[in-house]
Each structure stands twice: as C-alpha cells, then as structure tokens.
C-alpha cells in the first residue's frame, strides 16, 4: 500500500518511520510547505518531497494519506483527501472548533468510513489489555475509573498559545480513552488550575485540571491532568468494579529494583516522554489503519470518536468556567 504523508515535523517523522517499518506499507510523499522539513523526511526513507497537496492528491497510486500536520490543516487536507478517494489517518484533533468538525463531517458523508483518528493510547497494549478484561466482565460491573496523566514538563508557552487549552490539547487523549473503556459519556464536570507556570496562565490556559465524568450507564471516571510531572511521564490506569479491579502502571526502563539501608524499592525514573512511552502504539495504530484499508473495512477510533471527545473537552471547558454540570453535545 502505498501512503502520502502530511506533516514533516516531530509526529510527522515518527509515522514516517512507522510507515517506513511497516511490511506491507510503502512511504511515496511527504508534504509540508517547508521544504527543508519535507526532504529530510522523505530522504530518509527513499520518498518524493514536496509542498504541492494538489500533486500528491492527484497521484492515483496513493492509497491512503497520513494528517500529521497543524491542527489548523486537519480540516482542508482531510476533506481534500476523501475528496481524492484516499483513505485517511488523521492526528489528533480533527479541529479545535467543533462547528468546524461538523461542517466536515456533513460534507464528507459516509466517506467517513474510510476515515480514522489518531488515537493512538487505543493501541497501548496494557490499556487495550485492561479495556477486555472489562469488556470481558473479569471485574463484574464497572463503577469507577480513575485515569492519571501528567507531563514532565510543561511545554513552551509558543505552543501553549495555540495548542486549544489543555481539555483540548493533553486530556482529549484520557477523554477518549474514557469512552474507550466506558462507552458513552453523559455528563462532565471539571476544575482546574495555575500551579505550575505564570506564562500558562498568561496564555489563557490551565495547567492543572481534573475532570469527573458519568457514564451512560452509570459509572463514574476521575481524570487527572498536569502539565508538570517532577518523576517522569506519568501514565496510570485503574478501573474499579463489583468483583474487582484492574491497574495499569506506570513502565519503567527495566523492572531492577535496589534495596539497601537508605531506601528500598528504588528503580529508575519513568520513561521519559510520549514517544518513549507510546512508541509502539504508533506502529499497532498504523497496522490496524492499513489492515482496515486492505479490507475494506471501518478503522477505528473513526470521525465519531475523534468529534466525541472533542465534545467531551468542550464540555470540561464549559464546565470548568461555569463551575456547572455539563451534557456534551
């Protein structure tokens, strides 16, 4: 199968290489207007670099593309793709406006059955792990669900300015794996906060949040979020029920543990960042996205999902300004 790529930046060059690895994936474009990025990338792995989205869309030989460009693009390329009849991995998120999402939504159609959005913790094997064992009913009825995730470090405030506010930004990803585990969500509230760094809060923005989220059938999710995480990149799931309980902790380099008279336990610090921790999602998530393809078959998550938790983050900024209760729309 061969793919175009959109976006030669940091995600764009990690589904570079993914698609690169892929056994039945070749990599022919990679497009960004800045065409230093653009040839880097594509040098790499033996691809045609370019700036023209018309010629890598006119190219009948292109199966499928890859969104890892700006949010602000999602939108035109994704349209402009389907448009093409290309099957399309997009990033995270869709859009920052959901009336925007929608508009693409309704212009597209069922085309968006060949769309797929890049949720890529789906395809985290703990966490896919612990979502069956639910779904399996191994913990009886679920009640609770407790999701933590907390960055290492803030980000700078040049991308804290235009990254959507942190519901939008950081904690759609623990929105959508609510949904994942629990299925629909009903109601949202949330708080948050400045306790990390002035420039965050001079941005508009919160660096830390808590979110309370109830479920369609009645179970209750806690999602914490942080900009700042001293330990490392902190990333825990636990899930609560009538028979039970199922955890997912954090992963360390190795499981060597030192015990000596000052301390006992002691291991090395957490995996350092998103691309340490969540590598391999990304090689799972493209395999499932060019299998769908091969197939014929819905990706998943699909536009659906992408415009849920959208929605969900939505309502946590509604919720949080208001101090209220909120129904996503």
């Avoid at 109830?214 to 179970?219: E, K, L, Q, T, V």
Wanted: proline share 5%; glycine share 8%; net charge negative.
């Amino acid at each position: 199968m061969r793919l175009a790529l959109f976006g030669g930046g940091r995600i764009g060059r990690v589904h570079a290489d993914s698609i690169a690895g892929h056994p039945r994936a070749e990599l022919a474009w990679v497009c960004d207007p800045m065409p230093d990025a653009a040839q880097a990338v594509a040098a790499r792995h033996g691809a045609t670099a370019t700036a023209d989205v018309d010629a890598v869309l006119a190219d009948r030989s292109v199966d499928a593309v890859v969104i890892a460009s700006s949010t602000p693009t999602h939108v035109d390329l994704l349209t402009r793709a389907v448009r093409a009849g290309k099957a399309v991995l997009c990033e995270k998120p869709i859009d920052l406006d959901i009336g925007r999402v929608d508009a693409c939504w309704a212009e597209i159609g069922s085309a968006d059955a060949n769309v797929m959005v890049g949720f890529n913790r789906r395809f985290d094997l703990s966490f896919r792990e612990l979502r069956d064992r639910v779904h399996a009913g191994e913990i009886g009825r679920i009640e609770q669900l407790t999701i933590i995730s907390r960055d290492p470090a803030p980000p700078p405030a040049e991308y804290v300015a235009k990254s959507g506010g942190l519901f939008r930004d950081m904690a759609i990803h623990d929105l959508d794996m609510a949904r994942f585990v629990l299925g629909d969500i009903v109601e949202v509230q949330a708080t948050g906060a400045n306790l990390v760094e002035d420039y965050i809060e001079d941005c508009g923005d919160i660096d830390s949040g808590v979110v309370v989220l109830r479920s369609a059938a009645g179970a209750l999710c806690h999602i914490t979020n942080s900009r700042r995480c001293t330990f490392g990149y902190d990333q825990r799931l636990e899930a609560f029920g009538s028979d039970g309980m199922l955890t997912v902790y954090n992963q360390l380099p190795t499981s060597v543990r030192y015990a000596g008279p000052d301390r006992t336990e002691a291991a090395r610090p957490y995996l350092d960042f998103f691309l340490e921790r969540y590598g391999p999602t990304y090689h799972a998530e493209l395999d499932h996205f060019v299998t769908a393809v091969e197939k014929g078959d819905r990706p998943e998550p699909g536009f659906a999902d992408g415009r849920a938790a959208l929605a969900l983050a939505d309502a946590a900024e509604e919720s949080m300004r208001s101090g209220r209760t909120v129904r996503p729309s």
